[in-house]
């Protein structure tokens, strides 16, 4: 079974630039996860989505970070403009979501590794 | 609201020993707690779960963690470490009905050879 992918896996931009990173869940997985890991601290949620609908994104900035999940699938997380302290890794996750038991393990993809200079 | 605690910034142990990295949380009725490995530039893995029943959770690669809930504790064990086991391990907790997971600081686990 393929694991979650994202892409690119190393980004590097200048602050107030934009950048935006995809992740593809495993498939038939109906709840996707987007993650900021700052170096030294654990996985914080930004948002997540169930199938293409948003259940949580109470700790997304929205002034500059958007998430997409257009056709229940694939998603994108875009960050524009970019700060300094967004300098991060970023994971997706996905679970099967399918009861909407939100106790359902989360499986993670390799993550986006975000440097802004 | 949530919280979880990981007391430990890293913890060393010599191959062959038990290990014991803690995790103490704080949540509002029963909690689902998790544990998560991460290996250097990759993601996590998931290694265990307690939803309910026997508070001895058995996992991947040979991993247990042990629900205390008197003591609020869900503490990974394993009885002979390995070079191999070296890595960050997370603790997660999950209220019970719908709220978003919150993950600990993290724990570098150093196996010695």
């Known amino acids: 079974e393929a694991g979650v992918a994202q892409s690119p896996r190393y980004k590097i931009i200048e602050k107030r630039q934009s950048v935006a990173f995809w992740c593809n869940p495993i498939s038939g997985h109906a709840t996707l996860y987007w993650y900021q890991q700052i170096l030294g601290q654990g996985p914080k949620l930004l948002i997540q989505f169930q199938n293409n609908g948003v259940v949580d994104d109470s700790q997304l900035p929205k002034d500059r970070f958007s998430a997409e999940r257009l056709k229940g699938v694939d998603s994108t997380l875009k960050i524009q403009p970019a700060k300094l302290e967004d300098s991060a890794v970023y994971l997706c996750a996905s679970s099967l979501g399918t009861s909407g038991s939100f106790q359902e393990t989360q499986y993670f993809g390799p993550g986006t590794r975000l440097l802004v200079l | 609201a949530q919280s979880v605690a990981q007391p430990e910034d890293q913890v060393n142990v010599a191959e062959g020993n038990p290990l014991t990295v803690k995790c103490t949380y704080s949540v509002s009725g029963n909690p689902y707690l998790f544990w998560y490995v991460q290996y250097p530039n990759r993601g996590l893995q998931f290694l265990l779960k307690y939803i309910t029943g026997d508070n001895l959770v058995k996992g991947s690669y040979g991993f247990e963690a042990e629900f205390n809930k008197s003591q609020t504790s869900f503490h990974l064990k394993k009885p002979s470490a390995l070079v191999s086991d070296s890595a960050l391990y997370f603790c997660?907790?999950?209220?019970?009905?719908?709220?978003?997971?919150?993950f600990g600081t993290g724990t570098k686990l150093q196996v010695i050879p």
């Open positions: 997660a907790v999950l209220p019970g009905g719908y709220q978003k997971v919150t």
